[in-house]
């Protein structure tokens, strides 16, 4: 790693509030002439590449073309984000662009940065659990409330991704030292593949407890356990062709003598693109919850999830409690009878994988996606309800063809908010997404208020209930049963309905961020700069840690343990 002087100088400086100092001892170039005040934004900019870039070492995935491309993938969010006075975001507005941005460009949901934590946590109540969201809170907080800029996000952004690909090698050496070879050693096909198979295996697993003695019964493990393994060792096996061949020049890609590098390249590919090829089992999902969807409401209800577990889907076996606690379950929708709402359930954190100490491979919000070009197109944080509607009138899902003409209910609701905000409606609130379930309700999921439920892995609910998340088949039967008794009642009552209940509506406003439009003049690029680097410096030393974990782990027990524990995807497993 470069620099290592640097990096403990400057993150030592920056923990004791030194940081004057550090730049003073630590750069005798570029950055003193920052402070003397003869550099250009652009030579600013240019020089914080730099230091990242040293600081990352020679094999730093940071360059100048990826943080272009990183820019222009923010931008959109960005720019129709509130900011503060100083024209920055602060705090949950940063983690929310960044979540948006992981999710746009690999599916990857970055710990810490879910749009649950920027609503109700703070970075401090995250810190112990999401290392990123800790580097993130010393930009923030070392900028002394100024907040982050579009240039600092960016480069926060690249170093997420440097990590992330870090992490993947440190996975990949552990594969390695299981089958006790050698990085420098050269493999033919063949052991290329058992390799990557193998780093597959602990990929969808999130398992790194692996070693000489276990690794090959824990990959046949998952072959067993695994539904879906068959098709990702298909995945798994294109990209690799793919990868190879535009590698033919590459002597680290000689045909039956491929090097490590080959496989991190390889490895770190597929993780690029599983997100995304891993979300058509979501869609899956969701197209069987829509076979028995309740008048088009994006509700199934629970007695008709459960008769569809019994007759064959073994996907839908959650707990009544569990999805309620969850937030999956919609208990107002009709009197008496719960109904699974479908994109709650869709993107609950059953769906997830626990690939990674740094992310998770969820399925896709499909909402997210329509934010997009909602924003895009009105360029604002906030927009009149004619803008609005025009925007999303125009706008098609998945399941909702356009130019449609939206009802009256809905444009009420859209000036009811407007009410609330002085005559405009804030984009990045609870009362605007809770719009878009109302007008997308297969694709947005309702935003219950906060505090109000508890999203958990099924090992979290393991851990904290002492029970699994599903019910037995003896249990969902005895609820269908209950139900048709239920159903026979209400058939030979005069005021049963079959009309479509109306979606629950609740006025509780809440928003990511404060809405401030006064800019002050001569805010600091110094101090934004320094404490960037400060940032990435501490980002790195921590990353070192998490990398000794991984080669501990790869050395660590014996024992065997599930390859597939509860914490994989519910409908995997």
Same mark, same amino acid.
């Given at each position: 790693?470069?620099?290592?002087?640097?990096?403990?100088?400057?993150?030592?400086?920056?923990?004791?509030?030194?940081?004057?100092?550090?730049?003073?001892?630590?750069?005798?170039?570029?950055?003193?002439?920052?402070?003397?005040?003869?550099?250009?934004?652009?030579?600013?900019?240019?020089?914080?590449?730099?230091?990242?870039?040293?600081?990352?070492?020679?094999?730093?995935?940071?360059?100048?073309?990826?943080?272009?491309?990183?820019?222009?993938?923010?931008?959109?969010?960005?720019?129709?984000?509130?900011?503060?006075?100083?024209?920055?975001?602060?705090?949950?507005?940063?983690?929310?662009?960044?979540?948006?941005?992981?999710?746009?460009?690999?599916?990857?949901?970055?710990?810490?940065?879910?749009?649950?934590?920027?609503?109700?946590?703070?970075?401090?109540?995250?810190?112990?659990?999401?290392?990123?969201?800790?580097?993130?809170?010393?930009?923030?907080?070392?900028?002394?409330?100024?907040?982050?800029?579009?240039?600092?996000?960016?480069?926060?952004?690249?170093?997420?991704?440097?990590?992330?690909?870090?992490?993947?090698?440190?996975?990949?050496?552990?594969?390695?030292?299981?089958?006790?070879?050698?990085?420098?050693?050269?493999?033919?096909?063949?052991?290329?593949?058992?390799?990557?198979?193998?780093?597959?295996?602990?990929?969808?697993?999130?398992?790194?407890?692996?070693?000489?003695?276990?690794?090959?019964?824990?990959?046949?493990?998952?072959?067993?356990?695994?539904?879906?393994?068959?098709?990702?060792?298909?995945?798994?096996?294109?990209?690799?062709?793919?990868?190879?061949?535009?590698?033919?020049?590459?002597?680290?890609?000689?045909?039956?003598?491929?090097?490590?590098?080959?496989?991190?390249?390889?490895?770190?590919?597929?993780?690029?693109?599983?997100?995304?090829?891993?979300?058509?089992?979501?869609? !899956? %999902?969701?197209?069987? &919850?829509?076979? $028995?969807?309740? #008048?088009?409401? =994006?509700? *199934?209800? @629970?007695?008709?999830?459960?008769?569809?577990?019994?007759?064959?889907?073994?996907?839908?076996?959650?707990?009544?409690?569990?999805?309620?606690?969850?937030?999956?379950?919609?208990?107002?929708?009709?009197?008496?009878?719960?109904?699974?709402?479908?994109?709650?359930?869709?993107?609950?954190?059953?769906?997830?994988?626990?690939?990674?100490?740094?992310?998770?491979?969820?399925?896709?919000?499909?909402?997210?996606?329509?934010?997009?070009?909602?924003?895009?197109?009105?360029?604002?944080?906030?927009?009149?309800?004619?803008?609005?509607?025009?925007?999303?009138?125009?706008?098609?899902?998945?399941?909702?063809?356009?130019?449609?003409?939206?009802?009256? !209910? %809905?444009?009420?609701? &859209?000036?009811? $908010?407007?009410? #609330?905000?002085? =005559?405009? *409606?804030? @984009?990045?609130?609870?009362?605007?997404?809770?719009?878009?379930?109302?007008?997308?309700?297969?694709?947005?999921?309702?935003?219950?208020?906060?505090?109000?439920?508890?999203?958990?892995?099924?090992?979290?609910?393991?851990?904290?209930?002492?029970?699994?998340?599903?019910?037995?088949?003896?249990?969902?039967?005895?609820?269908?049963?209950?139900?048709?008794?239920?159903?026979?009642?209400?058939?030979?009552?005069?005021?049963?309905?079959?009309?479509?209940?109306?979606?629950?509506?609740?006025?509780?406003?809440?928003?990511?961020?404060?809405?401030?439009?006064?800019?002050?003049?001569?805010?600091?690029?110094?101090?934004?700069?320094?404490?960037?680097?400060?940032?990435?410096?501490? &980002?790195?030393? $921590?990353?070192?840690?998490?990398?000794?974990?991984?080669?501990?782990?790869?050395?660590?027990?014996?024992?065997?343990?599930?390859?597939?524990?509860?914490?994989?995807?519910?409908?995997?497993?």
């Amino acid at each position: 790693m470069a620099f290592p002087h640097f990096r403990i100088l400057v993150f030592a400086a920056v923990t004791s509030g030194l940081f004057e100092t550090a730049l003073a001892n630590a750069y005798r170039g570029n950055l003193r002439a920052v402070a003397m005040g003869k550099m250009s934004a652009e030579d600013l900019r240019a020089t914080v590449l730099e230091e990242v870039l040293g600081a990352l070492g020679n094999n730093t995935r940071v360059t100048d073309k990826r943080l272009t491309a990183i820019k222009e993938a923010l931008e959109p969010t960005f720019s129709s984000m509130p900011k503060n006075e100083y024209g920055n975001l602060e705090d949950a507005a940063a983690r929310y662009v960044l979540h948006r941005l992981f999710v746009q460009r690999h599916a990857m949901y970055i710990r810490g940065l879910d749009a649950g934590s920027v609503v109700s946590m703070t970075t401090a109540e995250v810190l112990e659990e999401h290392i990123p969201t800790f580097v993130l809170s010393l930009f923030e907080e070392r900028m002394k409330n100024h907040g982050l800029g579009l240039h600092e996000m960016t480069v926060l952004a690249a170093t997420l991704e440097h990590l992330i690909h870090d992490e993947a090698v440190s996975r990949l050496q552990v594969v390695y030292q299981g089958y006790e070879i050698s990085q420098d050693a050269r493999l033919n096909e063949f052991e290329l593949q058992r390799m990557i198979h193998t780093y597959m295996a602990m990929f969808v697993t999130g398992q790194l407890n692996f070693d000489s003695t276990t690794v090959a019964s824990a990959a046949q493990r998952v072959q067993d356990s695994y539904p879906g393994w068959k098709d990702t060792k298909k995945f798994v096996n294109q990209v690799t062709s793919e990868v190879m061949a535009s590698k033919v020049s590459d002597p680290d890609f000689t045909p039956g003598n491929f090097s490590f590098r080959a496989a991190t390249q390889i490895v770190e590919e597929i993780g690029e693109r599983y997100g995304r090829w891993q979300n058509s089992e979501c869609m !899956d %999902l969701k197209e069987l &919850l829509m076979n $028995i969807e309740d #008048h088009e409401s =994006g509700r *199934v209800l @629970l007695k008709e999830f459960y008769r569809s577990a019994l007759g064959g889907n073994w996907q839908f076996t959650e707990k009544e409690d569990y999805l309620r606690e969850t937030g999956v379950l919609d208990d107002a929708y009709r009197p008496k009878e719960p109904a699974v709402v479908i994109p709650n359930y869709v993107n609950a954190p059953s769906n997830c994988l626990a690939s990674s100490s740094i992310y998770q491979v969820c399925c896709i919000n499909e909402c997210e996606a329509l934010m997009g070009p909602i924003e895009q197109q009105l360029g604002a944080h906030e927009a009149t309800t004619d803008r609005i509607l025009d925007v999303v009138s125009n706008l098609a899902s998945s399941t909702t063809p356009a130019p449609r003409k939206l009802s009256q !209910d %809905l444009r009420d609701r &859209l000036e009811e $908010i407007a009410s #609330h905000h002085q =005559g405009t *409606v804030p @984009l990045h609130g609870r009362l605007f997404a809770q719009w878009l379930h109302h007008a997308y309700p297969r694709e947005c999921p309702y935003p219950h208020e906060a505090g109000t439920k508890n999203p958990m892995t099924a090992d979290q609910w393991l851990q904290e209930k002492k029970t699994t998340i599903s019910s037995s088949k003896d249990e969902i039967r005895s609820y269908v049963e209950q139900a048709e008794t239920a159903e026979g009642s209400e058939s030979a009552t005069p005021t049963a309905t079959a009309e479509a209940p109306k979606l629950p509506w609740s006025s509780a406003e809440e928003l990511i961020a404060r809405h401030v439009h006064k800019k002050p003049k001569g805010s600091s690029w110094v101090r934004k700069v320094a404490f960037c680097i400060a940032a990435v410096s501490g &980002l790195i030393a $921590i990353f070192h840690t998490v990398s000794d974990s991984f080669a501990s782990l790869g050395r660590g027990s014996k024992q065997g343990s599930s390859l597939l524990p509860c914490v994989g995807k519910q409908h995997a497993c």
